[in-house]
């Protein structure tokens, strides 16, 4: 009875499906199950959390693996600074630390102390009685080869030259330092100190490094350094360094002692390896971005162009202050070195120590040049490092003063 009733009460009315699909109207679509969405929001998750913990997993394996190198460096290197003797700089990446005193290591053989003055100088730790006031002063500019690294500052040039002519020197070379930190300390140092003399490395390695944005060092470690970029009007200008360096606040003298073992290397991670290499690869992700933005501009890549614009200008700052400036050349193997067009500068004196080097060799040879200027230790002796020797220092510095003497006499 009730299927007649509703026969009736819907007899004569339009059927709703026709009626809908006349005026246009789209059948609803169908939805999926409300748990069928979740589902699949939640695995979308789920596979987020386990690919982003497995490349945090992957990351934490490269930290350990690559700290693990650093100290293994650092228990088997027996070359290195002991003691803080350098921090970072916002301009120079790294500079001396004023009045501070180290070791620096010596493969095969006795540490070498150094020492340097309030003023960032690099000085004997006993120095000799200072020449008197009104003597030439001189200022040396250059890297580890003006430095005198694996000598002691007595053996260097810059105090060879000063033994032998009598005059006053201020040697600001340091390890690493190429052509962007040098003329940044020309811009500083000889207005400040108005030199009588001012010695300028020149080697090719020293442009090399001005285009670069690192000074890169033992164990994979990175140090931003200033670097040589070019305008668009072609101008090569200073540009600093692209993040503060780590680097020299991390101190490794606490594991270069006894023997290597797992409890000493955990805390080696967590206190140095570890945060170094965090910081490092954060700033420098964010320096590769920057380089693919065109917010960092790319280092000057024009050698000749580079090596002009440099000594032009400190030739130029020396002018200003009454300085002459003598250009050290200075290689590092049995060929003579390409000056690149440095010695077309008008009004410089070119100092080619190297070519003198040279003609003392018994032959031109790579074998002959190490054995009478490179560093040799132990017994029987050994050859450890090309940098030049104490012979190599008389050398240069007896090349120098062939310059700074007559006109003050």
Sequence with gaps: ??????????????????????????????????????????????????????????????????????????KDSQSGLRGRVLA???????????????????????????????????????????????????????????????????????????????????????????????????????????????????????????????????????TPVPYLSETPAGVVEVHPPVFGSKTQTVSLDAYRDGPASLGDFLPFFFKAGGPLLLHDDFHITVHRLKRITGLTPPPAADPRKIVDSVYREINDICKLNESKMLILVLGSDSQAVDTQGVDRIAGVTIVDAHAAMLKRLPERTPEAYRRMYGHWRGDPPVYVDYHPNEAAQKVIAGELARFVVPSHL
């Design 88 to 222: 970072p700089d916002p301009m120079l990446g790294f500079a001396p630390i004023p009045g501070s005193t180290g070791l620096e290591l010596v493969p095969r053989g006795p540490g070498i102390p150094v020492r340097f003055d309030a003023d960032g100088f690099r000085v004997p730790v006993d120095p000799p009685a200072d020449p008197q006031d009104g003597s030439p002063l001189v200022l040396t500019l250059g890297c580890s080869y003006t430095y005198g690294y694996l000598c002691r500052a007595e053996d260097a040039y810059p105090q060879v030259l000063s033994q032998l002519t009598g005059c006053r020197v201020k040697n600001a070379g340091m390890s690493c330092y190429g052509l962007a930190q040098m003329l940044l300390l020309a811009r500083s140092l000889i207005p400040r100190y108005r030199p009588d003399y001012v010695v300028v490395q020149f080697s090719p390695w020293l442009v090399e490094r001005a285009q670069s944005f690192y000074a890169h060092g033992p164990g994979f470690i990175t």
């Design 1 to 74: 009875m009730l299927d007649d009733l509703d026969k009736v009460l819907t007899a004569g009315r339009p059927h709703a499906g026709p009626r809908s699909e006349s005026r246009g109207m789209t059948p609803a679509r169908p939805q999926p199950p409300r748990g069928q969405a979740l589902s699949f929001r939640k695995k979308l998750a789920f596979s987020v959390v386990v690919t982003s913990a497995f490349a945090l997993v992957l990351y934490a394996g490269s930290l350990g693996v690559r700290s693990l190198r650093i100290y293994r460096l650092v």
